[in-house]
């Protein structure tokens, strides 16, 4: 363990998906589907070690702070976002990273809800990102109009923008009187 493990984390996972554009570059320009992925990253105590018994053994990591990585993991398909982070990460992040607000989750089995986010980049943020927390913000003060708005605003900009996908659809329904607590954690049933 260093003190730089934290942000060794974020840039390997960050570069994971600067890799994944290339591969996919390569993909698309042969006439092949293009892949995906998604990474949890989250910071806290873990047990590191060899397990296992003299036929199978291997090196791992265990812990609720390693559950809770694979739980973020598994989020990056519902929120449409390719690193997904916890709290306590973006808290240990140190300067230079952008992250976006993505929910507050209860995460399968457990009770207490989880910030998330989205690690974005190292360096600059993204134009829209201050409209897309504006919209974030409107949605869950159920301002549902400046909500529909600001994100608008961040899909003209990115089009292919996963969550501002997600929370327009959500604000246009809450909008028409759709059920559902705009301002409350969101409960996650599945991995």
Known sequence: ATPQDP???????????????????RRRAAGLSVWSIGV????????????G???RWSYTVIGDAVNLASRLEGLTKHYAA????????????????????????????????VQIYELLAEGAAPAWLADYEKGLSA?????????LKCLRVVLAAAPGDGPSKMYLER??????GGGGDASGPTRMDEK
Do not use: C, H, W
Not at 7 to 25: H, S
Not at 40 to 51: D, E
Not at 171 to 176: H, P
């Open 171 to 176: 604000a246009e329904t809450m909008s028409l």
């Open 53 to 55: 018994s003299e036929e």
């Open 40 to 51: 949890g990253v989250n910071t806290g105590a873990v047990v590191a070690g060899t397990l």
């Open 139 to 147: 949605y869950r003060e159920r301002r549902y109009p400046e909500a």
């Open 7 to 25: 942000a060794n984390a974020r840039r390997a996972a960050l570069a994971m998906q600067t890799g994944l554009a290339k591969i996919n570059e």
């Open 82 to 113: 390719a690193i997904v982070v916890s709290d306590a990460t973006k808290e240990a992040a140190g300067p230079g990273f952008v992250f976006r607000t993505l929910d507050r989750v209860i995460v399968k089995g457990k009770n207490e809800p």
